[in-house]
């Protein structure tokens, strides 16, 4: 039986991770050897923070509708109970947006919120009544 070389295949994976590793410093972009290690864990690393991103997102809308909320002096975890006891869905990145680009919106919601906690006086409940919310 012959012996098998697997030149084209060798060649092809060889090429393969050198040009994924291009642009690395030394010989991890030239060596064979150094650059797979490199690459494998650069795919490792993109697979986490892939997944860490989802986190980071939250965590900054999160602190987004909280600055927004000390502004109308709310607490976030009030401000967040509160939408959840009028059955308001939206979720935490639709409310960062609001805060940051439509405000007047985002005082709709806040007063919604103060309706539900009792914190508003009963001349601005009446107001907020006839808004039809």
């Keep these: 039986m012959p012996r098998v070389k697997s030149k084209v295949a060798r060649h092809k994976r060889r090429k393969r991770v050198l040009k994924e590793a291009k642009g690395y410093v030394g010989g991890r972009s030239k060596l064979y050897r150094t650059a797979k290690e490199t690459v494998m864990r650069a795919k490792a690393f993109a697979t986490a923070h892939r997944r860490k991103r989802k986190g980071d997102f939250r965590r900054l809308w999160i602190t987004r509708l909280t ?14 109970k509160a939408l959840k006891a009028a059955n308001i869905g939206l979720d935490r990145k ?5 805060a940051m680009d439509d405000p007047d919106t985002f005082a709709k919601l806040i007063e919604i ?8 006086s009963p001349n601005t409940k ?6 039809g919310t």
């Design 113 to 120: 919120a103060k309706q539900q906690l009792g914190l508003l």
């Design 126 to 131: 009446k107001k907020a009544g006839k808004t």
């Design 94 to 98: 639709i409310m960062a947006d609001l």
């Design 67 to 80: 600055a927004a909320c000390r502004a109308a002096d709310l607490t976030y975890s009030q401000f967040i």
